[in-house]
């Protein structure tokens, strides 16, 4: 027999069962979810209705029953939702936030129970919804992102742009170039005024000036490059898109950005003159 929590209104089944039965019970238990958000902000429901369809920018009957949603629509919900609940964290005192907090991350557990993929991650100053990733990659990247630098900045950002609920995979592309530009900033490789373009027409023109552990500096200069051009070759001189960039694009960039970085911070490239 499955497993059930029980809530004040009714018993969830949260595991066993069908894909179906998953997926309806989950819809059930972040409606129930909603309504208990509604309840802790002081927003009146007409004005978290306006609020909500904005953000959302498409109409839908959000707040007066969530029960009736669409599944993309509920979690949509409950991203904006959880954003508003963490302003109300920020606004009150310590003792203040217990209610707040405890709600936040009951959305988690249910998620986490349905097998989701989706979970609660703090991203860009905010609580929201991030795709579930691998464990150990998402270890990984919070590892090499876990400092305040530049660099640091730049690779949470483009994780949080690549893995949040409504994904900007350009965005997140931008970021990994721009975590690179810093990487290589940072072991004396370039100026502020140069790109990662700069650095690379460098690494090929000199390297000897380099070292790699891991083989010769070329092979970084290849990676680089194939981050930095397809970054280049989706933008035009007024920053708008020329096409789409594709999700698998922009996720195989931020992978390896966070790696190419990682060589940076150890050491494993470098400058030959800071051996």
């Not at 109409?59 to 109300?88: F, K, R, T």
Request: one cysteine or more; proline letters at 4%; charged letters at 25%.
């Amino acid at each position: 027999m499955a497993p059930v929590v029980r809530t004040p209104a009714r018993e969830l089944v949260i595991r066993g069962g069908t894909a179906r039965g998953r997926a309806s019970h989950l819809r059930d238990s972040l409606a129930f979810w909603v309504r208990g958000a509604v309840e802790l902000l002081s927003i009146s429901p007409s004005d978290l209705q306006l609020r909500v369809t904005r953000l959302l920018r498409r109409p839908g009957n959000y707040i007066e029953s969530p029960e009736g949603l669409e599944a993309e629509q509920l979690l949509d919900l409950v991203d904006v939702l959880l954003m508003l609940l963490w302003e109300a964290i920020e606004a009150v005192d310590n003792r203040g936030r217990d209610p707040f907090v405890r709600h936040a991350f009951k959305a988690d557990d249910f998620l986490a129970e349905s097998g989701s993929a989706w979970r609660i991650r703090f991203m860009d100053g905010r609580l929201g919804l991030a795709r579930r990733v691998d464990e150990t990659a998402t270890a990984r990247a919070d590892r090499v992102s876990s400092d305040a630098s530049s660099t640091s900045a730049h690779l949470r950002r483009a994780w949080e742009h690549l893995y949040q609920r409504r994904p900007e995979y350009g965005q997140a592309l931008d970021e990994a170039v721009f975590a690179l530009q810093a990487a290589t900033r940072s072991v004396g490789a370039s100026d502020d005024e140069e790109t990662l373009g700069t650095v690379i027409e460098a690494m090929l023109a000199e390297p000897s000036t380099w070292t790699c552990d891991l083989g010769g500096v070329e092979t970084v200069a290849v990676r680089l490059s194939a981050i930095w051009t397809r970054q280049q070759g989706h933008r035009t001189d007024d920053a708008n898109w020329v096409e789409p960039v594709t999700p698998a694009v922009a996720e195989a960039a931020v992978h390896d950005a966070l790696t190419l970085v990682h060589w940076f911070q150890i050491g494993v490239v470098r400058r030959s003159d800071s051996a």
